[in-house]
């Protein structure tokens, strides 16, 4: 059984930064990609950032580009994603999510385990 779990959000001032975590466990191969969407409050869930394991490809979303940056621990299947210069309009719920496929995706529909989320504020 695939799982996806985040964790490391939090309350932070506009201009500083966050780190949240994806742990994935479950998964039979390093074929897989991992992927962060947001959803802040009365908006859609949006794309942010995706990594393919085994490629090593990353995809970022033209509104985060220079500010935020994944890393991961292969060791764990952990990915990380450093986010820097957080705005106000950074404020969502942070989701995390796998997709058993190496190519990532940056479409909801294209991942098929999700996380429950973490809340990431930025007070302006």
């Known amino acids: 059984q695939v799982q996806v779990v985040e964790s490391g959000g939090g309350l932070v001032q506009a201009g500083g930064s966050l780190r949240v975590s994806c742990a994935a466990s479950g998964l039979l191969s390093n074929k897989f990609a991992l992927g962060w969407f947001r959803q802040a409050p009365g908006k859609d869930r949006e794309f942010v950032a995706a990594i393919s394991w085994s490629i090593g490809s990353t995809a970022y979303a033209d509104s985060v580009k220079g500010r935020f940056t994944m890393s991961r621990d292969n060791a764990k299947n952990t990915v990380f994603l450093q986010m820097n210069s957080l705005k106000p309009e950074d404020t969502a719920v942070y989701y995390c999510?796998?997709?058993?496929?190496?190519?990532?995706?940056?479409?909801?529909?294209?991942?098929?385990?999700w996380g429950q989320g973490t809340q990431v504020t930025v007070s302006s």
């Open positions: 999510a796998a997709r058993l496929v190496a190519v990532l995706g940056t479409r909801e529909y294209e991942y098929n385990y």
